[in-house]
């Protein structure tokens, strides 16, 4: 059945090192929701497209932050240089962006990341 | 904005006893309302969402929650609670019209004691 897939599923790092994960969304989904979840902070929205566009990115740290959708099957969002306050799961949601909202997103299984 | 408050971080609850999971909404329009469940390593997945039609939504699971404009409020319940419900669940909220982002709530771990 149809899955928001994410690559890597757990990557550790070293402090000031790039990361970057990768999303593919379910086909014919175009909105893309990336999120970050914490102990401290709980869920919170980075980005998302709708189109491949972006339409918000408010809640992403732009200094060191980029999302990115190349093409309708890959969204990708890179960290450099990575720092420890990083540490997080980061999903990828992706859902169909009807006119008249209320549409369900269907987030994936998430890439946990320690930065050390 | 619209925003969710979620009334205790965690819950516990005998196997078969009621389930309520609380969740107040501030909205300064019809909101559409969501609730999503964790399972541990998993991402969230939709159990129900209200989109002003009936006011009473069934979801997955036997799961129902209540939309109460009054008391602006969306609870999550369930008569008999199960094992497999020890998870943790996040209300949202998003504004009617046009595609709106989903604000989602601290969230409630539900442990399920038997």
């Known amino acids: 059945d149809a899955r928001v897939t994410q690559t890597p599923r757990h990557k550790v790092t070293e402090m000031g090192q790039e990361v970057t994960m990768r999303c593919q969304p379910i086909?014919?989904?175009?909105?893309v929701f990336w999120y970050r979840q914490t102990m401290m902070q709980g869920l919170e929205l980075l980005a998302y497209?709708?189109?491949?566009?972006?339409?918000?990115d408010s809640g992403m740290p732009k200094d060191r932050f980029s999302a990115e959708m190349p093409d309708a099957t890959l969204a990708t969002l890179k960290i450099q240089p990575s720092e420890p306050r990083d540490s997080a799961v980061y999903f990828c949601a992706s859902g169909l962006g009807l006119a008249g909202g209320g549409n369900e997103q269907f987030f994936g299984p998430g890439t946990r990341l320690t930065v050390l | 904005a619209q925003s969710v408050t979620q009334l205790g971080s965690h819950v516990s609850v005998s196997e078969g006893a009621l389930v309520l999971l609380r969740c107040n909404y501030s909205?300064?329009?019809?909101?559409?309302l969501f609730w999503y469940v964790q399972y541990p390593n998993q991402g969230l997945q939709l159990l129900l969402k209200y989109t002003s039609a009936a006011t009473l939504v069934k979801g997955i699971n036997g799961f129902e929650a209540e939309f109460k404009k009054s008391e602006t409020s969306f609870h999550l319940t369930k008569p008999s609670a199960h094992m497999s419900d020890a998870a943790e669940y996040f209300c949202a909220v998003s504004k009617s019209g046009g595609y709106q982002k989903v604000t989602f709530g601290t969230g409630t771990k539900l442990q399920v004691i038997p």
């Open positions: 086909l014919g989904h175009n909105t």
């Open positions: 909205s300064s329009v019809p909101p559409y």
């Open positions: 497209f709708r189109n491949r566009a972006p339409l918000d």
